[in-house]
């Protein structure tokens, strides 16, 4: 099965500062890589995503980028913001409506 | 609010019991999904349903069970309960898009 590992564990940066969060994945067959953020006692929320038919994707502060051939995504935030604050996930999934493969989490503390 | 509800929001029970979380998903996805999150932990998929049926199973304990029915509402039912299995349990759903939308969960705490 699909193994997702994510890098690095926690992450303190300074507010407007650039956060970089990796994530390798195993299984070359997976082409759908969500990223999520959660707030402490809150919901996994849906922030970002990218379709292995795309190399990279932008939103405002977000992006991400995906590398096939390493099988390697990240996640880059700048500017950073304390209410960046939060855990992200990655993950991997194959095909729409197939179960998520999640990494182990990133703690990002942006310092005022 | 992502239109993904859960019932209860905390439960506390004794070692040894059973409990039932429920989840209605957004209106019109087809397919739900129960992860557990234990302290300081990351998402462990437990299983999905997809329209009734049980589509994909992750690492989840005989002592736990799920169901979706046909208003596709889902029950997960955690029997013998023990210490360890105190956590924050999500379920998400989707329908034909890759996006999981998630409930606000269920803290389990088990004494």
């Known amino acids: 099965g699909e193994n997702v590992e994510q890098h690095p564990s926690t992450l303190s940066v300074q507010e407007g500062d650039s956060a970089v969060i990796k994530c390798t994945y195993s299984?070359?067959?997976?082409?759908?890589f969500p990223w999520y953020k959660q707030e402490l006692g809150k919901r996994p929320q849906l922030i970002i995503d990218i379709r292995s038919n795309v190399g990279e994707k932008k939103d405002q502060r977000i992006a991400v980028t995906l590398n096939k051939t390493a099988k390697h995504f990240s996640l880059h935030i700048t500017e950073t913001q304390p209410e960046d604050s939060a855990v992200y996930f990655c993950?991997?999934?194959?095909?729409?409506?197939?179960?998520?493969?999640f990494g182990t989490g990133t703690s990002l503390t942006v310092i005022p | 609010d992502s239109g993904v509800t859960q019932t209860p929001k905390h439960l506390i029970t004794a070692t040894g019991q059973r409990v039932t979380l429920r989840c209605s998903p957004r209106?019109?996805?087809?397919?739900v999904y129960w992860y557990q999150q234990s302290l300081d932990q990351g998402l462990q998929f437990l299983i999905q349903?997809?329209?009734?049926?049980?589509?994909a199973k992750g690492n989840i304990l005989e002592r736990f069970s799920a169901q979706q029915f046909p208003d596709l509402h889902s029950e997960l039912n955690l029997s013998s309960l023990e210490l360890g299995d105190s956590a924050l349990y999500f379920c998400?759903?989707?329908?034909?898009?890759?996006?999981?939308?998630f409930g606000p969960g269920t803290r389990l705490t088990v004494l």
């Open positions: 998400a759903s989707s329908v034909r898009s890759n996006e999981q939308f």
């Open positions: 209106s019109g996805d087809l397919s």
């Open positions: 993950a991997a999934s194959q095909n729409t409506g197939n179960q998520f493969y």
């Open positions: 299984d070359s067959a997976s082409n759908y």
């Open positions: 349903y997809y329209n009734g049926e049980e589509r």
